[in-house]
């Protein structure tokens, strides 16, 4: 499976268990992703949030497949009537965090946490709106 990442977050990628890794900075990730897989591949999950990005990325899926995207447009079809393109918006429903919390312990779920002492709270915060982080913000005393 296919995933793309910065170079600095390639190897936690590669522990999420993808095979294979594509620098979307440096390359086209759609083209990359048609090199590994010339067919295309059967879904896509582009989990950026910022407009116009599945359009351009559902050139990988084949056709009969499925992109699945958190920002865009649900009525968009990315140009592509033999793909199905759905919105994915969340919501959380009762028993959820328990499940998640039930996960966390039993390894299933393997978060990436970067931890901060609470004297350093709102440095924190900062960096986590003003750069790139990987994983999740834990602020402890």
Do not use: C
């Not at 995207?69 to 919501?91: C, E, K, L, Y």
């Not at 039930?102 to 004297?119: H, Q, Y």
């Amino acid at each position: 499976m296919p995933a793309t990442a910065s170079p600095a977050d390639q190897s936690a990628v590669r522990d999420f268990g993808a095979a294979v890794v594509i620098d979307h900075r440096a390359v086209d990730p759609a083209a990359e992703a048609l090199r590994f897989h010339p067919a295309g591949v059967d879904a896509l999950v582009d989990l950026v949030q910022s407009g116009g990005r599945p359009a351009a990325s559902a050139k990988a899926v084949r056709p009969g497949g499925r992109v699945l995207a958190i920002a865009s447009d649900p009525n968009d079809t990315a140009g592509r009537d033999d793909v199905s393109m759905r919105f994915v918006m969340t919501a959380i429903a009762p028993g959820d965090l328990e499940a998640l919390a039930d996960w966390a312990v039993g390894g299933v779920l393997r978060p990436r946490l970067t931890r901060d002492p609470l004297e350093e709270a709102a440095q924190a915060y900062t960096d986590l709106q003003d750069r790139h982080t990987f994983g999740k913000l834990v602020v402890s005393p």
